[in-house]
């Protein structure tokens, strides 16, 4: 995944001591090999997810239970409630804010249910150890970080040439979206670095 946020987009020293087109063949490559990385974990990745979410239970499991908790959302209540206060606050409410015929079946109920959600996050979390999913998603987003870095670099190092401003082109303008749009950067660094580019190589033509 591509990135031009404040992390990616961002001025970076260059090199004196190489020529442009040395650093500009050295920077492209730096780039694919991180496309290449970042797809192959891409990759890893998507596949441990089909796996996570072949073994992960269904939040469907949790329908029954989820009548327990009116006032939150279902979402929440399976993954961030925390169920000691739940069970503390229950018990608090008997007598105060709630009354039931028989208090110790509903507490029984509460019981079963705060179980139920306990079992349900066991059996995500031991989905996620055996696919590996969560430290491939680390990995996915630290070779996209990787990714965004390298084509940083390269949209900052100078262009030798109309092909290599066609390339930087090309990414700043990014892909079209599927309804036919472009979506171009807005990272001023980006801008500044490409009309650089086309000031300099334009007054080269122009004077051969």
């Known amino acids: 995944m591509l990135n031009t946020d404040s992390a990616a987009c961002r001025k970076e020293q260059g090199d004196g001591h190489r020529s ?13 090999q991180a496309r290449i990385t970042s797809d192959e974990v891409d990759v890893r990745y998507d596949a441990a997810y ?3 979410q072949q073994l992960a239970p269904s939040l469907e499991m949790l329908t029954p239970f989820f009548r327990f908790f009116p006032y939150q959302h279902r979402d929440y209540i399976a993954h961030s409630m925390d169920l000691d206060k739940a069970r ?16 110790q079946a509903r507490r029984a109920e509460m019981e079963t249910a705060l179980t139920a959600i306990a079992t349900w996050r066991g059996l995500k979390e031991a989905a996620a150890r055996v696919t590996g999913v969560n430290e491939l998603a680390e990995e996915s987003d630290a070779s996209g970080e990787a990714l ?18 066609l390339l930087k082109l090309r990414r700043l303008f990014g892909q079209r979206t599927p309804g ?22 334009l007054e080269q033509e122009v004077a051969r």
Not at 154 to 165: E, F, N, Q, V, W
Not at 182 to 199: G, K, R
């Open 20 to 32: 442009q087109a040395e650093t500009w063949d050295e920077v492209l490559a730096a780039v694919e």
């Open 50 to 52: 089909e796996n996570y």
């Open 88 to 103: 503390a606050d229950f018990i608090e409410a008997e007598g105060r804010t709630r009354w039931a015929a028989n208090e």
């Open 148 to 165: 965004s870095a390298a084509e940083n670099r390269m949209i900052l190092t100078p262009a030798p040439s109309d092909a290599s401003l």
């Open 180 to 201: 036919g749009a472009f979506e171009p950067s807005t990272c001023d660094a980006w801008i500044e670095a490409v009309l650089a580019d086309a000031e300099r190589l």
